[in-house]
């Protein structure tokens, strides 16, 4: 990879784009480097946005990117879109 310029909007693409072919974007940056973004939508009106009712709250998780129960995989509703979003 080329060393970044001051100014050149195409590194924070290949960086992303590096990141996901090692597999090291996690979470909605995953989603966004693998899906693109689909602005004007959040996650929570998604029909992949899930809810799981735990002992004492609601954990948001989203059914593509998988689902653990753990934190590494805990979403938010406020979450801007990716491009696999569709009208819940
Ligand atoms: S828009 Fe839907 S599919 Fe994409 S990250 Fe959000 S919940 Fe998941």
């Known amino acids: ?4 310029v001051f100014g050149d909007d195409d590194w924070i ?3 992303h784009a590096l990141k996901s ?4 974007l996690k979470g909605l940056e ?9 602005p004007g939508h959040t996650c929570g ?21 998988g689902v653990t129960n753990g934190p ?3 979403w938010r509703k406020k979450n801007a879109a990716c491009g ?3 009208q819940r």
């Open 1 to 4: 990879m080329t060393k970044p």
């Open 13 to 15: 693409a290949r960086k």
């Open 21 to 24: 072919l090692k597999g090291s």
């Open 30 to 38: 995953a989603m966004h480097a693998r899906y693109g973004a689909r």
């Open 45 to 65: 009106d998604c029909v992949h946005f899930i809810v799981n009712s735990g002992h004492e709250r609601n954990y948001f998780k989203c059914a593509l990117y």
């Open 72 to 74: 590494g995989t805990d």
């Open 84 to 86: 696999k979003w569709e």
